[in-house]
């Protein structure tokens, strides 16, 4: 055996003791996986074609219906207002949050006196739990002229408005209310993203003479796309997981303006004890999920 063979035959012994290795400190992380997600999910596809109920009732055994959930789903009218509902609140948030989560980190990434201030402040919510934040703007959306939000708007004269028991405006202000707790961490998330852009870039650019909208759209959106496909994906995920708000403030009323997919999801699974159609819900949620994120990713890949 030449010396050759040895060295290849010895990298060959060490990259396997690597992968070893490796595959022993994945071990925990792949176990919470496998145990707490592939096989609820495998389970909610198998149930998602059954009426199984969550608390099973003396005589009605389990049995197999087919698509009948689904054909639910689609003829249900609460249902189609549940993932209408969503879709509208993401097309309020996620764009929202995309404009204002960049501006806001432009502003910050300059070296100005309170800077740092102003990151803490826009960040500070993040660190307040979502139960907390809708129980705080409860208050501001308060109904009447005692309500906060009512309060200032009458000083300029404007009349008190209903807020979370409107049907009109129930969805906006629970938008709002996420907008307002999120952007803090996205804001961040892109802040560091832009400070990996070489200044010199900027010194280049005003050298030849780009003014602060061309350096922004020549330099910094193309440098930044991973960041901002990163920041899309997840928000849009997060927000179409929309349920804490709505459990806190509204209970997906008034007349379902706000009831969400998740909401729906629960409604039917953890108070109607449908756990046959919650699954298939959940089924359709994923895949719907799944498609939006497949396509912003294609879009905002490099072609």
């Known amino acids: 055996m030449n010396r050759r063979s040895i060295s290849l035959r010895r990298s060959h012994h060490i990259r396997d003791g690597q992968t070893a290795t490796a595959w022993l400190f994945c071990a925990p992380a792949l176990l919470s996986v496998f145990l707490f997600y592939l096989i609820p999910f495998c389970l909610s596809i198998a149930y998602s074609f059954t009426n199984k109920m969550l608390v099973p009732r003396i005589g009605r055994s ?58 803490a402040i826009y960040f500070s919510p993040q660190v307040v739990t979502m139960t907390v934040v809708a129980v705080v703007w409860s208050f501001i959306f308060s109904p009447g002229e005692s309500g906060l939000l009512n309060s200032f708007l009458g000083l300029i004269g404007i009349p008190p408005q209903s807020w979370l028991q409107n049907s009109n405006q129930a969805l906006f202000c629970i938008a709002v209310m996420y907008i307002w707790q999120s952007l803090g961490l996205q804001m961040i998330i892109i802040l560091g993203g832009l400070q990996y852009i070489p200044e ?25 796309k991973n960041t901002l496909v990163y920041v899309l994906i997840s928000t ?17 009323g008034p007349n379902h303006s706000t009831t969400s997919v998740v909401y729906l999801l629960y409604k039917a699974g953890f108070i109607n004890s449908q756990l046959g159609y919650s699954s298939a819900i959940a089924v359709v949620f994923f895949l719907i999920v799944l498609i939006i994120s497949l396509i912003q990713n294609y879009a905002m890949s490099e072609k």
């Open 62 to 119: 389990t049995e197999f219906v087919g698509v009948g959930n689904y054909l639910k789903i689609l003829s249900n009218d609460i249902a189609a207002k549940a993932f209408v509902n969503t879709g509208l609140y993401a097309l309020m948030v996620v764009p929202a949050i995309m404009v204002i989560g960049t501006i806001l980190a432009v502003f910050v990434n300059r070296q100005v006196k309170g800077v740092k201030t102003f990151r």
């Open 236 to 252: 849009t995920i997060n927000t179409l997981k929309l349920f804490t708000q709505v459990y806190v403030l509204t209970n997906g």
């Open 200 to 224: 010199e870039l900027y010194e280049a650019g005003r050298l030849d003479g780009c003014s602060i909208v061309q350096k922004f759209l020549y330099i910094t959106v193309p440098l930044l």
